[in-house]
């Protein structure tokens, strides 16, 4: 047998990220700072009403877009610069959205059909035309499904990272993505055919 010698692990030191420069703008509003407060809300608007857009229905997308505006401004003081901010924002609005869709469905008995919610025809040469109708189509998924398809597609999350974010297991997340992608596949299918005839 040959006899192993314990050896002592080498000494463990400490590995120092370099410093991230975070915007002037959000330092300032992460002390308070009410001009930068606003020239940031202003900036964030559109970025957060379509990530909302994209999670949710038509009807709810103004009232989720204020709270989530709301409470990633009073986080502001919290953000710490290991990420990206945009990442930071976009995890906070898809939390608030999901909160504010679970809250509505157990206080709702049931959902009326929107008619406005209805795709108008659409006209494919158009980008805004096609953005509209993408989210016409993501409204008829099931929010669990609509939720998934878009933190993968639209912000690139994992399905691992979209399960720990919806407190789901892994199999149920790739379970809603392949079923989400098979139900707009055809939705998108069933628009290109009606538009050609």
Avoid at 60 to 79: C, F, G, H, K, W
Avoid at 137 to 143: E, T
Wanted: aromatic share 4%; no cysteine; glycine share 4%.
């Amino acid at each position: 047998m040959v006899d192993v010698a314990l050896v002592a692990p080498a000494e463990v030191t400490e590995i120092v990220s370099p410093p991230v420069r975070v915007n002037p703008r959000i330092e300032a509003a992460s002390r308070g700072d009410r001009a930068a407060l606003t020239a940031l809300a202003e900036e964030l608007i559109p970025r957060v009403r379509n990530l909302v857009r994209y999670l949710t229905k038509s009807g709810d997308i103004d009232d989720i877009t204020q709270e989530a505006l709301v409470t990633v401004l009073r986080s502001v003081p919290n953000y710490r610069p290991i990420g990206s901010f945009t990442a930071w924002v976009d995890r906070i609005v898809v939390r608030v959205t999901y909160g504010e869709l679970r809250k509505r469905r157990r206080d709702a008995t049931h959902e009326a059909i929107d008619i406005e919610a209805v795709p108008a025809p659409v006209d494919p040469a158009s980008v805004y035309a096609t953005r509209t109708h993408i989210a016409a189509v993501l409204d008829g998924l099931p929010a669990d499904q609509r939720f998934a398809v878009v933190l993968h597609h639209a912000l690139g999350m994992s399905a691992a990272e979209i399960a720990e974010e919806m407190s789901a297991p892994l199999e149920t997340i790739r379970s809603r993505l392949r079923v989400g992608m098979q139900h707009l596949r055809r939705s998108m299918n069933v628009s290109n055919e009606g538009d050609s005839r």
